[in-house]
């Protein structure tokens, strides 16, 4: 896809400004936590980008294949020693039914334009009693508004063609598909990149994830395969 190939090699380095390491840092511990990766899992990323959550399971001794849509984001998974990534499309998953353990989708369920399709693939080709782990960018936040102005803005921004999920349309899909469903909201640092911002963010992120998840900027679920 032109849009990512295109960012994608803004797309680590933004990750290394402050702002983006108190995101990185607290969207890790949200995915790992519940998607609990066990050595010896086969674990399917579906939009795996740079790689950036594939390392962290790779390091707990998982059997991870990825796919994106962006060749480019692919050469930059690869460049990190990823090796079994390839293009591949989240609607129509080019793998049998019930192949993996683990299946998790981290910020690409907003790009894509069927997601009610993407999560039933995702089902699909999880093993019964296996999880379904899929984290994006939520409806109700600063970020959001910040991201639709900025859309509206800049013809080639990312976002353009985004969609911004709700805490309640992310726990439809989940018990649509699953059974166990879990959401959960992070990210509540004004989105500057700024010593404040960082600052108020840290402050307030563990009280806010337990009080008001739906409106974290990043939202997640996950549910487990009947």
Not at 91 to 104: G, K, R, W
Not at 150 to 168: K, L, Q
Not at 176 to 197: E, L, Q, S
Request: with cysteine; proline share 3%.
């Amino acid at each position: 896809m032109q849009t990512f190939d295109a960012f994608a090699d803004k797309y680590d380095p933004w990750f290394e400004t402050r702002l983006g390491k108190y995101v990185l840092r607290h969207e890790k511990e949200l995915v790992l936590g519940l998607a609990a990766p066990k050595a010896g899992e086969k674990v399917l990323d579906v939009g795996v980008g740079s790689g950036i959550f594939a390392l962290e399971l790779l390091k707990r001794g998982v059997d991870l294949a990825g796919i994106d849509v962006s060749a480019r984001m692919l050469d930059i998974a690869r460049s990190k020693g990823m090796t079994n990534v390839s293009l591949g499309d989240a609607v129509s998953l080019d793998f049998p039914d019930e192949s993996f353990d683990l299946v998790i989708s981290i910020t690409a369920l907003e790009f894509i334009a069927d997601y009610e399709k993407a999560i039933a693939e995702m089902a699909r080709v999880c093993k019964r009693g296996g999880r379904v782990v899929v984290g994006t960018l939520g409806s109700h936040s600063l970020w959001a508004l910040k991201r639709r102005r900025a859309a509206r803005r800049e013809p080639d921004s990312v976002f353009r063609e985004a969609r911004f999920y709700s805490y309640g349309e992310l726990k439809a899909a989940a018990e649509k598909h699953g059974r166990g469903c879990v959401v959960k909201g992070a990210i509540y640092a004004p989105p500057f990149d700024n010593a404040f911002c960082v600052f108020a963010g840290r402050a307030i992120e563990k009280a806010c994830q337990l009080l008001f998840p739906s409106l974290g900027a990043f939202l997640i679920f996950r549910m487990e395969k009947a």
